[in-house]
């Protein structure tokens, strides 16, 4: 168990919500004028008084009688694991202010408990203000059927809470069926769900296990009420009634839906959110409108954007194509040019909470690219983020395998490392104010912004599934001048870098060796040989150039930077 005290949150703006799931059906949200607690279930009961193997697969994440902030606990209904007796005894004690809400088998367990009459209230279905601004609905809950007593009331509830005219459900534990339905389409709209996913089926029958909704029946739920964003419930606490992260983003992303899908979110956005996509451009004419197009035709729900192209003298008709797609254009002159100073103008003039940067010869994989690289900076998950790149029809051979290695089919957030890439990336307004890309840096400004960041407790993340076609068609020169300025950027990140000639002649001879075996392997050899030579080559010594006036690097650290893949 966690030692951690829970804390208020306050949001950092109208419409952003803190939250906290706390597993199973149960979450936390700050409002500005109230903690609500649903259904938390914060102790091992399940296993103590049901069945010794339902083991918790989640810690606890803070101690019931910590808790000295609630001040609704809402109960669906009076199972173990939502109605919890070694919990709410515990919450009530350390928050006297709280008042609850439940049916009325939930008020009689309270009552059991010793929680006093003036602290508990009747789950109705009709609106029921908690606050000034903050009122609630019992929706019928089908678990596995719709109960009602001799005047009525609902033996199980989800709820509908309305904050500033936007409404958020809580399924609790149901089934679908047309009456809830019909419930939910009389109080639209409404903007979130959260949707249990741990269908009912035969083995769990034997155990008495009720189950509710599938993956499916959620999506398909979610987008019958039109919601902008689905939070899925009761998938990740007992391993014999869990569904794998996996399987619930697969059907997601086959169901091409219209609303977001948020996993463990910190914080729920009931406004869209600006965003802002700033493009560094010198001559990219060739790719920019393919680009552009790309961020037209994206789906990204809850997503609202604006293009800004930071142009350091183009002369290609790179911005007459961005003034065709309605781009917000910048120029910088090539005497003050810096990575980190074009984007710095760029991100000074956004006007977006989040600012995602990509170059201007990158494409997005698919229309889903946008929402996929903010959903992480959207839910709270991390500060600062990049996506996967894959290399053109145009790539070097080498290249592509530079790409696989640096941007691995798996996200990692967070990563715990410092590695950026802002040819696909995407940052807080926030942590972008904080810090700032260095604008003296000839390269790499991404890592070094990203070092402060981890240095101060911040949090990068990679996002496999955001995708973009990287584009590199450079002469054997340009490749050269690439990697020396990148090795020269790297002094200032890590000062003890350094490669030495028997370094570079190591590294090239090996790659070589790597690369000409996987052509071979794949039938390639003949016609890449001479072009891995010379991508090696150049890599390695610009890599040289760059780093030999520098310190001698630790071994382990020149492997992880240089040895090829």
């Known amino acids: 168990m966690s030692d951690h005290k829970p804390s208020r949150l306050i949001p950092s703006r109208p419409g952003l919500i803190p939250v906290h799931m706390l597993g199973q059906a149960g979450c936390r949200l700050d409002f500005p004028d109230a903690t609500i607690y649903i259904d938390p279930y914060l102790s091992n009961s399940a296993q103590e008084l049901d069945a010794p193997d339902l083991v918790r697969q989640l810690p606890i994440p803070y101690p019931p009688e910590t808790i000295c902030d609630a ?215 060739r790719y920019l409108g393919e680009l552009l197009m790309a961020i037209e035709n994206q789906s990204c729900p809850g997503l609202r954007p604006e293009v800004i192209v930071v142009d350091s003298g183009s002369t290609d008709g790179t911005l007459t194509i961005a003034h065709r797609h309605g781009c917000r254009v910048q120029t ?101 104010a904080k810090y700032g890309f260095d604008e003296d840096l000839t390269g790499l400004e991404d890592m070094e912004l990203a070092q402060r960041l981890l240095r101060d407790g911040g949090r990068i993340g990679y996002v496999a599934e955001a995708q973009v076609i990287h584009h590199h068609c450079e002469t054997w020169s340009a490749v050269r001048r690439r990697f020396e300025r990148e090795a020269i950027a790297l002094q200032r990140i890590m000062p003890q870098v350094h490669v030495g000639a028997l370094d570079m002649i190591r590294y090239f001879f090996t790659s070589i060796a790597k690369d000409m075996g996987a052509a071979l392997a794949q039938g390639e050899l003949r016609t890449n040989c001479l072009d891995v030579v010379a991508y090696r080559w150049n890599q390695y010594l610009g890599t040289y150039l760059g780093n030999r006036e520098l310190r001698k690097l630790s071994h382990a650290e020149k492997e992880k930077y240089f040895y090829p893949v």
């Open 71 to 285: 001040d609704w606990i809402l109960i669906t209904h009076d199972h173990i694991d939502h109605c919890d007796p070694h919990t709410l005894p515990k919450l009530a004690k350390a928050s006297p202010q709280a008042l609850f809400v439940g049916p009325a088998s939930v008020l009689a367990k309270l009552r059991d408990w010793g929680i006093t009459d003036d602290r508990i209230f009747l789950a109705k279905e009709a609106w029921f203000n908690l606050t000034s601004h903050l009122r609630l609905h019992a929706i019928p809950a089908a678990h596995p059927d719709i109960n009602r007593d001799m005047e009525g009331n609902l033996s199980c509830v989800g709820y509908l809470l309305e904050f500033s005219g936007q409404r958020i459900y809580f399924a609790g534990d149901t089934s679908v069926c047309q009456e809830i339905l019909d419930a939910l389409n009389a109080l639209q709209p409404i903007h979130t769900a959260f949707l249990p996913v741990n269908e009912h089926n035969f083995f769990k029958g034997q155990r008495n296990i009720v189950g509710n909704m599938s993956v499916r029946d959620a999506m398909h739920l979610a987008q019958e009420i039109g919601v902008k964003q689905l939070v899925p419930i009761h998938w990740d606490m007992f391993p014999c009634n869990a569904v794998s992260e996996d399987e619930i983003l697969l059907v997601y992303r086959q169901f091409r839906t219209s609303f977001r899908l948020a996993l463990n979110p910190r914080r729920l956005s009931l406004t869209e959110n600006n965003v802002s996509i700033i493009i560094r451009t010198l001559n990219e004419s």
């Open 332 to 432: 910088i002159d090539r005497s003050e040019f810096s990575f980190g100073r074009s984007l710095n103008r760029g991100c000074s003039s956004a006007q977006g909470e989040i600012l995602v940067i990509i170059s201007g010869h990158c494409v997005p994989s698919d229309t889903h690219w946008l929402s996929r690289l903010c959903e992480p900076l959207y839910d709270g998950l991390a500060d600062y983020v990049y996506g996967g790149q894959a290399g053109g029809s145009g790539s070097r051979w080498s290249e592509h395998r530079i790409f696989a290695k640096y941007f691995p089919n798996f996200s990692r957030i967070p990563t715990g490392e410092f590695y950026c890439n802002n040819a696909n990336s995407a940052i807080t307004r926030e942590a972008w």
